[in-house]
């Protein structure tokens, strides 16, 4: 594949792109499933699912949206999925987990009617599903790496907030930290990854490479910073391994991403169990 990588330009962006997807999905990752909203993943990468049938739909009716990159209205759409969860988790404050299946039916809901309206672009919507290696442009190549920065440089700025509102709500209102602007800016984040990534993972899967590598990570970490480390490296190798066994078997790159992550989560808890099996051995042979 590192031939044909040198030779073919859409394979310089699937590869570049998958690159950069194991470093900002588990990084936004790991502050999801700390704060335990993990299901959010999902439930916006069903509306992002909405806008690219949406899209679709429209650009066999609509003159304009025929040249429109379809991922831009499933960002679009993402974002406007974040924003609404953040607004039904302030009208339900003693149950705020119900923002989340709402949205999520009203993604599948619409991305339904979408598809069942449209004909003729199963091939386009089965690509945007689960990922694909020659589908990936130089033009998402670029919508990819000005997410990342955009990214990189809120948890740069905004790290301190994030972690203090990750484990302490209310240590962070005591010490002045204005919670709803940094959530409202965390979620927006959280929606330009999904609708970034789904060119190379998948919509339905997306959300799993968000969350698999930072569930094997805080088996090995020892600390928050710890976690993130193992969780993108852990991140990179499933995005590295997936994508060159796609290439070679010919399938859906966002399948073996996944596919690798959850092997490497099934080999750390194993080793995890025998590391805690020979301690306990120790243990117990000093005390004999």
Known sequence: MISAILSYEFLQNAFLSGLIIGVIAPLLGLFIVVRRLALIAD???????????????????????????????????????????????????????????????AGIGFGAIFISLAKGFGSDLVGYLFGSVSAVSRQDLWIILFTAIVVIACIYFFYKELFALSFDTEYAKVSGINGKIIQTLFMIIVALVIGASMRIVGILLVSSLMTIPVAAAIQMAKSFKGAMFYSIVIGELSVIIGLFSAFHLDIAPGGTIVLTSIVILLVVLGWKKTIGKKSVQNREEDLA
């Not at 990468?45 to 679709?56: D, E, P, R």
């Not at 999925?81 to 923002?99: D, P, T, V, W």
């Open 43 to 105: 439930a916006l990468s069903h509306v992002a699912l909405a806008g690219i049938a949406g899209s679709l739909y429209l650009s066999q009716q609509v003159l304009f949206f025929s040249a429109l990159n379809p991922v831009y209205l499933g960002m679009a759409t993402a974002v406007g999925g974040s924003l609404l969860i953040e607004k039904l988790r302030g009208a339900y404050r003693h149950f705020e987990e119900l923002a989340i299946p709402i949205i999520l039916s």
